[in-house]
């Protein structure tokens, strides 16, 4: 019996349960409405249409819902996309739960947790870790739920965390090879870079952008922050500057997000490591998706690119 979206392929018929995670309303050719989902469980998220929608379905099947849908899944675009035939809001005597249909980081929230305030504990710049540690004191429970982004990358609960943590993996490798690097200075830059997203975001399960999110957006809410928080700890040292540089520029380009190129070898590094831990996640996600000797869909944020799973790939 399959499980979860996740397992259903092209050319599949559809008749279970799903979470609408966001919901749009749009006008086809012919000029009837039509309703855009992106529909979710645990296994994964699929793109969905339902055609011909009443003013009435506008209504009902909003964003955070969960619905009992039927349908076929088809191919739109080098895309899975479930064509609806019939939908109808979750009903109690259904015996299903909101939290059964979300996707979850891979690793728990607590173990999460140890390993960010393990790196804290590690920075010997006292600056640094002040500041850190208060940010991450501030926005706590946030980090440890919220997803990492809307869509694309870490994109489920305690996306945030488990993207941070990743980075901080992969930080503690490269400072290894290059000991030059300023440990303390990376460490901060990757814990903090990315949590203005529990103020871009609005939620942590079916999250759409807020209006600081979508007016400032994340960055720019970071670096406010990490002015007030210094301001408050009586901090005025070349280290908040340079924090503050750090995630600036960490999207590396101007048309990527960010009003600055990195300009210190720590955030050219911070970037990079972005990067890779954001795309690797993006990759592998849709690999598991295929069998060995077939392409991933095309990944829209990799250039559009199909990834080729090779046969002797035993992972």
Do not use: C
């Amino acid at each position: 019996m399959k499980r979860g979206i996740f397992h259903y392929q092209i050319g599949d018929t559809f008749d279970s349960f799903l979470f609408i995670k966001t919901a749009s309303k749009g006008v086809a050719s012919n000029g009837k409405p039509f309703l855009s989902f992106l529909l979710k469980d645990a296994t994964g998220e699929i793109d969905a249409k339902l055609w011909e929608a009443t003013p009435e379905d506008v209504d009902v099947f909003q964003q955070g819902e969960l619905i009992k849908v039927t349908g076929d899944i088809v191919q739109f675009r080098n895309r899975p996309q479930l064509k609806i035939h019939t939908l109808r809001p979750v009903q109690q005597t259904d015996g299903v739960n909101a939290s059964d249909f979300v996707e979850k980081a891979p690793v728990e929230k607590e173990t999460l947790m140890e390993r960010i305030t393990e790196a804290i504990f590690e920075m010997e710049n006292p600056n640094l870790q002040r500041i850190t540690r208060q940010l991450i004191k501030q926005h706590q429970e946030e980090l440890l739920t919220y997803p990492a982004a809307v869509r694309n990358h870490h994109e489920y609960v305690s996306g945030l965390a488990h993207h941070v943590v990743s980075m901080l993996n992969i930080a503690r490798e490269m400072t290894s090879l290059y000991p030059e690097v300023n440990r303390d200075l990376l460490y901060a830059g990757i814990i903090v870079h990315d949590i203005g997203k529990v103020r871009e975001l609005s939620n942590a399960s079916s999250p759409s952008y807020t209006l600081e999110g979508k007016l400032l957006g994340h960055i720019p809410l970071m670096v406010e922050e990490i002015r007030k928080v210094a301001d408050d700890l009586q901090i005025d040292a070349e280290e908040v500057t340079v924090l503050q540089h750090m995630v600036l520029s960490h999207h590396g380009k101007p048309e990527w997000g960010s009003s600055k190129r990195p300009l210190i070898r720590e955030a050219e590094l911070l970037h990079q490591i972005d990067m890779m831990d954001a795309r690797l996640n993006m990759m592998n996600r849709a690999l598991e998706r295929v069998q060995p000797g077939q392409f991933t869909e095309k990944l829209f944020p990799l250039e559009q690119r199909s990834f080729y799973k090779p046969t002797f790939d035993e992972k």
